[in-house]
């Protein structure tokens, strides 16, 4: 891939539950190594947005999809797609940590072991490293046979990262991350975020204007289902082109 390419396009993607349309034709296109925040009012469809991009949406019951999106040139939604390994190449990370009643340990190697892997020592290095790409290590190294579920939410969640950074994605969908956690939680995602930016593309839902500031590169503004306007995080936040983004992002709406 030339540094230039797109790791993501997506060309006028309408969405619709039944008859109510929730994506009205959205085109936009992902830079890899970047950090991308979709944000917008409650029920603008940023999060179905985002679940278009690894076909989260499929597993929904009465969804109709139209238009493009390409994962590294190749139409996801070709027949031909393995979705398992879309999934994998194109992750996700969830408001709620959602942790399997499992140890530490097998919470991350759980997806190393459906796709077959059997070498253990090969199973515990990427454990190890991905626990400490997603900065959990240190809290997790004496503790990684308990059960997930005894880990605090912002534990839970880093473990949730490394369970999907095991798997060798290349890109990462988070579903307002930090959500569900305190301030010190979630600051420490935030920067481990924005380490985990040198290897991965990351498309992020965020409510949370503060942190769509400090750490997205890039930002798309939706609003009922439309994609109002995207560009580079600085000036959607000081010099916005639209009136409906910047009375969204001074508060006056959403
Ligand atoms: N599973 C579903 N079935 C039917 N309609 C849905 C479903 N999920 C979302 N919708 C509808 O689609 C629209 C967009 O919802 P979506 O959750 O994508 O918005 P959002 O911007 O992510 O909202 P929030 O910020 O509150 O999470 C809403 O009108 C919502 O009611």
């Known amino acids: 891939m030339t540094v230039n390419e797109k790791i993501i396009e997506t060309n006028d993607v309408h969405l619709y539950y039944g008859k109510n349309e929730a994506l009205k034709g959205i085109t936009l296109d992902f830079n890899p190594h ?5 944000i917008g009012p409650s029920g603008c469809g940023k999060s179905t947005y985002l679940r278009t991009l690894n076909r989260m949406n499929d597993l929904i ?17 070709s027949p031909k797609t393995d979705k398992v390994e879309l999934r994998k190449k194109v992750g996700m ?37 991905s626990l400490k790409k997603a900065a959990v ?17 912002g534990q839970q969640q880093r473990v949730c990262i490394a369970r999907v950074l095991a798997v060798e994605p ?17 600051g420490k995602i935030e920067n481990m975020l924005l380490e985990l930016k040198n290897d991965y593309t990351m498309i992020m839902v965020t409510h949370n204007m503060q942190q769509a500031s400090r750490i997205s590169d890039n930002t798309a503004f939706f609003l009922q289902g439309d994609l109002i306007e995207h560009g580079k995080t600085r000036q959607i936040f000081t010099t916005p082109r639209q009136q409906e983004t910047e009375d969204y992002i001074s508060g006056r709406f959403g």
């Open 61 to 77: 019951e009465n969804v109709t999809i139209t238009g493009q999106v390409k994962f590294r040139g190749n139409d996801i939604y």
């Open 170 to 186: 290349e890109v990462i969908l988070l579903d307002e991350p930090t959500s569900a956690l305190d301030p010190v939680s979630s």
């Open 137 to 153: 290590w240190d809290d997790v190294k004496d503790k990684l046979h308990n059960s997930a579920l005894a880990l605090s939410g």
């Open 93 to 129: 990370v969830f408001q709620q940590p959602n942790p399997f009643p499992f140890s530490v340990f097998d919470n991350v190697a759980y997806g190393l072991r459906i796709g077959g892997m059997k070498d253990k020592e090969k199973i515990q290095h990427i454990v190890e490293d």
């Open 34 to 38: 970047e950090i991308t925040a979709l």
